[in-house]
């Protein structure tokens, strides 16, 4: 079955520190990526997705995301974080060369920034 | 941008009881919307994939009959959870998808059967 596995489940730094987070899904098809944000008390919003292209996506507040299909991995980073990036983090993957699938999600990452 | 509204938020019931929620696109039609669960730590678990018109389409053991999904209009899918139980407390979250604005999530809504 298709899965989504992050590695770093809970992730503490300090402010301006650089931030990468992993995601890897296992599926040998064609894939739409995506990365969510939770701010606590708040609905999941997207931060960045890949559907085709540059393999190096750009998000809002910052973040980019690499595609490296040949490692089926879709790594989140951020040169600089701060306090406010204190959230749960989600990598997901939908199925399929158009965006209609169901979305499946990895365990998600808490992160959390010192000031 | 797209908008989707959650309601309740919030909900307490006592065992054995049915509590409904709703799930409403607010400014655009969505044919197809998909409800998750999350677990305390944990990721969002797909329940179904509930269709305009359609009987809704339920993941690998989810029970159909307990979680009663209803997507009768483009813009209102409903999720209701009978006879609950505390086993059922949880987070639940709904996602409608457009081909404009892809997925746009719920608030999710917070069930506690006492």
């Known amino acids: 079955a298709q899965s989504v596995s992050q590695h770093n489940h809970h992730v503490i730094l300090s402010e301006a520190a650089s931030l990468e987070l992993g995601c890897n899904y296992s599926?040998?098809?064609?894939?739409?990526l995506f990365w969510y944000v939770q701010y606590p008390g708040q609905h999941l919003q997207l931060l960045l997705k890949?559907?085709?292209?540059?393999?190096l996506v750009k998000g809002i507040k910052g973040f980019e995301a690499e595609f490296i299909k040949s490692k089926f991995s879709f790594n989140l980073r951020k040169p600089s974080v701060q306090w406010s990036d204190t959230a749960e983090y989600f990598c997901?993957?939908?199925?399929?060369?158009?965006?209609?699938?169901?979305?499946?999600f990895g365990q998600g990452t808490t992160l959390q920034v010192k000031p | 941008g797209a908008v989707v509204s959650q309601h309740p938020s919030r909900v307490i019931c006592k065992s054995g009881t049915s509590v409904k929620i709703e799930c409403r696109s607010l400014d655009f039609q969505a044919t197809t919307m998909f409800w998750y669960r999350q677990f305390p730590k944990k990721s969002l678990m797909l329940m179904a994939t509930s269709n305009e018109g359609s009987k809704a389409t339920y993941e690998q053991g989810v029970e159909k009959d307990k979680f009663l999904i209803n997507h009768a209009s483009l813009t209102l899918s409903t999720l209701t959870v009978t006879s609950a139980h505390p086993e059922d407390s949880s987070f639940y979250i709904c996602?409608?998808?457009?081909?404009?604005?892809?997925?746009?999530f719920g608030s999710g809504t917070r069930l506690t059967v006492v």
């Open positions: 890949y559907f085709s292209g540059d393999p």
């Open positions: 599926y040998g098809g064609t894939v739409n």
């Open positions: 996602s409608a998808l457009t081909d404009r604005n892809g997925y746009t």
């Open positions: 997901a993957v939908s199925l399929g060369s158009s965006n209609t699938g169901k979305l499946i």
